[in-house]
């Protein structure tokens, strides 16, 4: 166990656990082989009529939807789950609220589990809202005064309270994850379970169910474990997260390096970078070519405060006058940070090549890592923009964190973002009056 986590007390504890369904039977192609497989199964043996490196997910009747997975969640812990369709992300849920059982391993649950795991998961559509919240709360083991003295903060948060005395088999889509979303998040429980809840509410409800799951978390220490497609909610809300893979646990960690591992989109962090046809856009007028781009520096030590020195290569395929050079730095989710561009302009003649050197202050970066996306363009008669060429790089490069100048906190991109403006002093001015009060006296 980490030494970070020694400490910590344990919310769920899985250990191998394996969930197997059973399909329609795949033959062996003749008797005597399904005699076999079946021979071998009964005996808990592998099957000999499966082909060597092949893939152990379906073998014979048998689907293996998570194929041993080991996982400690701990109390307080915003823990995100993603992975493609068919990874696992639903079955594991399903066996942490007991909808199914492990085929093999074992799970330990510290708590009561909330759960929202499909739009109208746990509701009776003939009875009413409020009699639906009555139930859960019931479930969860919670007297009717306790239930009530809560009743008021969930039909508020829910926004449905026109309709809570109406049976939800009437409620829209939205409206039943409202209320959904609301019972769990209210009700007394430990662990709360969210299996893409959010995709239905509106943009305004999502963001309170958000702000509602951290605080649970980070106020209250309850676990919440939240599977979503959304990258930018599970960055708002987790603090670390998992991906699934054909049933197995493929990454566990920093939230930011699970979603490139998710995505394949893992930068490659290289001094020189060459551009491709594919990393030019296809709606520029393609008379000057950018060819790459070289960082002088030592990428494997960047703090923020040193300059970048960029050297651009580029072939000119006719004469052009006026040129400026725009510069957009971007970040490991491709969100823009800010843009620089050339105070000069330059001029280049037909079948030129040649270099240009870009001076890219970082004084005010964060910690993490960043790609660039370089413009040649000229402004025209009119003040518009002729764009000759655009480009966006693949390679990337990091700014290291420097603790020391934020209190010796470990910087969040995700809670404060990839600027570090300067420290400020306050006044107090409130004291200083009270001093010279005190003074008269």
């Not at 070289?294 to 040193?306: F, L, P, S, W």
């Not at 651009?312 to 725009?326: P, T």
Request: charged share 25%; with cysteine.
């Amino acid at each position: 166990m980490d030494q970070k986590n020694e400490n910590r007390e344990v919310a769920i504890q899985l250990t191998g656990v394996k969930k197997m369904y059973k399909l329609g039977q795949i033959g062996g192609g003749t008797l005597q082989a399904d005699m076999q497989s079946w021979w071998a199964r009964v005996r808990g043996k592998e099957d000999p009529n499966t082909k060597i490196g092949q893939e152990q997910r379906l073998v014979g009747q048998t689907f293996m939807a998570l194929n041993g997975i080991d996982l400690t969640i701990y109390k307080g812990e915003a823990l995100g789950i993603i992975g493609a369709n068919g990874a696992g992300k639903s079955t594991l849920l399903k066996l942490l609220c007991r909808v199914t059982a492990p085929t093999d391993g074992e799970i330990d649950l510290y708590g009561r589990v909330s759960s929202m795991l499909e739009v109208k998961t746990g509701f009776n559509g003939e009875m009413t809202g409020r009699e639906n919240i009555y139930m859960r709360g019931a479930i969860l083991g919670m007297t009717k005064a306790e239930i009530d003295s809560k009743m008021e903060r969930i039909i508020d948060f829910s926004e449905v309270r026109e309709f809570i005395d109406t049976p939800v088999k009437r409620y829209s889509s939205g409206m039943s994850v409202k209320l959904g979303f609301s019972v769990s998040a209210h009700l007394d429980s430990e662990i709360m379970i969210m299996d893409e809840v959010l995709a239905v509410g509106d943009m305004a409800f999502q963001k309170k169910c958000i702000d509602k799951m951290r605080e649970a978390a980070k106020k209250e220490g309850r676990t919440v474990l939240y599977v979503s497609h959304n990258m930018n909610t599970i960055r708002q809300l987790c603090d670390r997260c998992i991906v699934l893979d054909k049933g197995k646990i493929v990454y566990d960690g920093d939230v930011e390096e699970a979603i490139e591992v998710y995505l394949g989109r893992k930068l490659k962090e290289e001094s020189y970078c060459a551009f491709t046809e594919n990393d030019h856009e296809k709606w520029c007028k393609n008379s000057i070519r950018l060819l790459s781009r070289e960082i002088v520096n030592d990428i494997t030590n960047i703090t923020a405060g040193k300059t970048l020195v960029l050297k651009v290569k580029y072939h000119a395929n006719e004469h052009l006058d006026g040129i400026h050079i725009r510069l957009v730095l971007l970040n490991s989710n491709e969100s823009i940070i800010g843009m620089a561009i050339s105070e000069n302009t330059i001029r280049v003649d037909k079948n030129e090549d040649g270099l240009i050197t870009i001076p890219f202050h970082t004084d005010y970066l964060s910690a993490g890592q960043y790609k660039m996306r370089f413009s040649a363009f000229a402004i025209n008669e009119y003040g518009m923009h002729d764009y000759f060429c655009v480009v966006n790089e693949f390679c990337a490069f990091s700014i290291q964190d420097q603790p020391e100048k934020h209190f010796g906190m470990t910087w969040s991109n995700n809670s404060w973002g990839n600027i570090v403006f300067p420290s400020f002093v306050i006044e107090d001015e409130v004291s200083e009056s009270c001093h010279n009060h005190m003074g008269d006296l």
